[in-house]
């Protein structure tokens, strides 16, 4: 059964090159399953509304279990909603060793992996954790605690307390989630990894997308007319207002030179640069 369901995935991926649906032909199916693992607070929703409208196809965001920096690929869910037509993976998974042999072993070794600058993403992740939605969701938030990703005191915890966990704690999983995709980029030679970044795709949604449809070798189905708006304070999308550089005006000076100590220098520049 297992060698079965990998020759079909197998099918899907390597399939006919030329079978590509262009801008005005036949976009309902998505030939080859694509697969984005972002950081918490970077924009996927905007990225998944943007495939999934080229592609009239619905996404597979459920793809992982447990707790969010440390969730496993759920094997049967996933591939089963590949092939049931679901062919974008919308998730937040790191790069564990079972998930990376996984997607080896099932074929699926191109992967984008999207990243914001994570002193704001720790800004989008304090409003998020604080709206009234998140909060009395009991699942949700048995969800986050069970990851570290809100302190077990939050509902009696005031905003300044609240910061001084994010820099304390919180901040060292985004930091390791990144750097580990990094790592992955550049000593697995199994995978090719696109890292893209919340600036450009908010600067430059054409040039961003455009680079993930050639990623996968189907630019020709790119149209910059099917690109959503993106939606500021739009709870559906998870968009609140992404702005940039946020953190400057969020953390005091003391907090921000502790979120830079943390970060590596390269890392640093990367984002400073921007």
Partial sequence: ?????????????????????????????LPVPMLVTSLPRSGSGFIRKAICNHFNVRTSTNIDYGAV?????????????????????????????YNLNLLDAYGMRKI????????????????????REILEDEATVSSLLASDCVPEEISSMDDWEIKQWIVDVYFDKLIGWISSWQSVMEDDARFRILMTNFSKMKHDPSGF????????GFEQAFNRDALPALEKNSFKNNFREGREKEYVDFFTTEQINELNHKMALELRKSFDNE
Avoid: C
């Fill in 112 to 131: 984008v992996v999207h990243v914001r600058d994570p002193r704001d993403a720790a800004v989008s992740w304090f409003y998020q954790i604080r709206r």
């Fill in 69 to 97: 920096y440390d969730s496993r690929i759920d094997s049967r869910y996933f591939f089963d909603e590949i092939l049931s037509g679901k062919r974008y993976g919308k998730t937040h998974f790191a790069p564990f060793e």
């Fill in 209 to 216: 997308f455009s680079e993930i449809f050639h990623f996968y």
């Fill in 1 to 29: 059964m297992l060698q079965g369901i990998r020759n079909r995935i197998g099918r899907l991926i390597i399939g006919n090159a030329k079978n590509i649906p262009s801008n005005n032909s036949d976009r309902s199916r």
